[in-house]
């Protein structure tokens, strides 16, 4: 995310640190959440499966990406054909509490429009922002649409050597 709010990948550049950090976090998961347009950016990944940049972050983050089991929410897509995907046959609500009562890891959420409807929904327990230090324009706004006020309690902290820094914070829900 850049200092103004938005999310915009080519904005940023993802150095080594940056891609081992998303490994470590993909390693310590069993599912990541997507919607169809981060899901298809993704997909970029596979290329490094039989091809490697040569690049050891980058090439460690894709096969660790292309492991990970990925549920994918879309209204258009009818198939998927990357092995680790597959499309949700249940809305976001629904498919996020089964799993809350099948999975014993945590369930990671790789999409904008994804964690907007989970923190709506009051589903979302832990955020993960990385703030890097750059504004750029005509970029996303990361909590675009939600109308009333959110607060957040910080529970840590990582100083990125990039200048960047990671927020861990955890939603306090008003009931």
Not at 49 to 62: C, L, Q, T
Not at 88 to 100: A, F, G, I, K, P
Not at 148 to 173: C, M, N, T
Request: hydrophobic share 40%; with cysteine.
């Amino acid at each position: 995310m850049t200092l103004g709010g938005y999310c915009d990948h080519t904005a940023i550049t993802a150095g080594d640190e940056i891609h081992r950090h998303y490994t470590e976090l993909l390693k310590q998961s069993d599912t990541i959440l997507y919607g169809r347009k981060t899901f298809e950016l993704m997909e970029f990944w596979r290329t490094f499966i039989n091809h490697p940049s040569g690049d050891e972050s980058m090439d460690e983050f894709a096969i660790v990406m292309n492991g990970i089991h990925k549920v994918v929410f879309s209204g258009t897509l009818k198939n998927i054909d990357w092995e680790s995907a597959e499309l949700s046959q249940y809305s976001l609500e629904e498919e996020v509490q089964n799993m809350v009562l099948s999975s014993g890891s945590d369930i990671l959420v790789g999409s904008r429009s994804l964690i907007i409807q989970l923190l709506q929904l009051k589903l979302l327990e832990e955020l993960q922002l990385c703030l890097h230090p750059v504004v750029a324009g005509g970029e996303l706004e990361l909590f675009e649409g939600i109308k009333e006020r959110l607060e957040f309690e910080l529970i840590d902290l990582k100083a990125l050597k990039s200048g960047g820094v990671i927020q861990y914070l955890r939603p306090v829900y008003q009931r």
